[in-house]
């Protein structure tokens, strides 16, 4: 069973590994996302330091990473487009499972469990977002309910947004 737990600091050198692999991974499969440098271990550090990184657990096994945020996303202030709600939300960014559970449904999980926490806090809104070219990913996005919403600027370029209401 998938559980999540706050990544702390001398997780980073595991983190960073999951980041490389989901690196390679993106290159391979011709998606330019994330291959320009971020995310770097900086950002995994302020993530920890902001207690927004979380480890995805595996029978005790760190198998992935990804940053849980309830503060918001500047970038999102400006959609081109439209989110379907306006009320406060969760954003999940920098998400890395490791290549040895690629291919499980894991993902699916990782999301639902983000769905979990976001009902325990009474937030009712999840938004994400991910590059034009990363197919697998708008792939996991829809099969999970999220809708496309539009395009917005993060980071130097266009992503493409998805909501879901939970």
């Not at 069973?1 to 980041?19: C, D, F, S, V």
């Not at 993902?107 to 806090?121: F, P």
Request: glycine letters at 8%; one cysteine or more; a negative charge.
């Amino acid at each position: 069973m998938m559980k999540l737990a706050l990544a702390q600091e001398q997780n980073i050198p595991r983190i960073m590994a999951l980041i490389d692999q989901a690196k390679a991974f993106l290159k391979a499969n011709g998606v330019d996302q994330w291959q320009d440098g971020y995310p770097d271990r900086p950002c995994i550090e302020k993530d920890i330091e902001d207690k927004i990184g979380y480890l995805c657990l595996l029978g005790g096994k760190i198998v992935g990473y990804l940053c849980i945020d309830f503060c918001g996303e500047r970038a999102y202030d400006s959609i081109n487009g439209r989110w379907i709600s306006d009320q406060p939300y969760v954003v999940v960014h920098r998400l890395a499972l490791d290549n040895s559970v690629k291919g499980r449904g894991l993902t699916s999980g990782v999301l639902e469990l983000v769905e979990d926490m976001a009902r325990k806090r009474d937030v009712h809104s999840f938004k994400m977002d991910t590059d034009q070219d990363n197919d697998i990913m708008k792939h996991v996005l829809q099969k999970n309910g999220f809708s496309y919403c539009g395009t917005i600027c993060f980071d130097n370029s266009e992503k493409i947004a998805y909501e879901k209401l939970i």
